[in-house]
């Protein structure tokens, strides 16, 4: 069973709006910093955002401001909204802890045309 399940990707046209969804199993999300990770074509898996148990945010510099992680930790779910997206942003997107100690689910494909 893969503890981690992703979804909510898409196709959409720059300066749009998708929200991705994390569905998580047991106590993945009440106990751990959650993250979303993305991995584009040819390039290596990169962090995104985070939400540490405090629910303090971060973001890798190229999202800021334009996304948003959050999470429902009694639904055990976490979420990123992305907005006012770019082709850059194409990717297929992960969520997993940070540090990443669970197995890497299927993410869900974001393509962002111009």
């Known amino acids: 069973q893969v503890p981690l399940v992703a979804s909510g990707g898409g196709l959409v046209q720059a300066g749009g709006s998708l929200k991705l969804s994390c569905a998580a199993s047991?106590?993945?999300?009440?106990?751990?910093?959650m993250a979303w990770y993305r991995q584009a074509p040819g390039n290596r898996r990169e962090w995104v955002a985070v939400?540490?148990?405090?629910?303090?945010?971060n973001y890798t510099d190229s999202v800021k401001g334009r996304f948003t992680i959050s999470r429902n930790v009694p639904d055990k779910k976490v979420f990123l909204q992305m907005s006012s997206l770019k082709p850059e942003d194409t990717a297929v997107y992960f969520c997993n802890t940070m540090p990443d100690y669970y197995m890497w689910g299927q993410g869900t494909q974001v393509t962002v045309s111009s």
């Open positions: 939400i540490n148990l405090a629910g303090s945010t």
């Open positions: 047991g106590s993945i999300v009440r106990s751990n910093a």
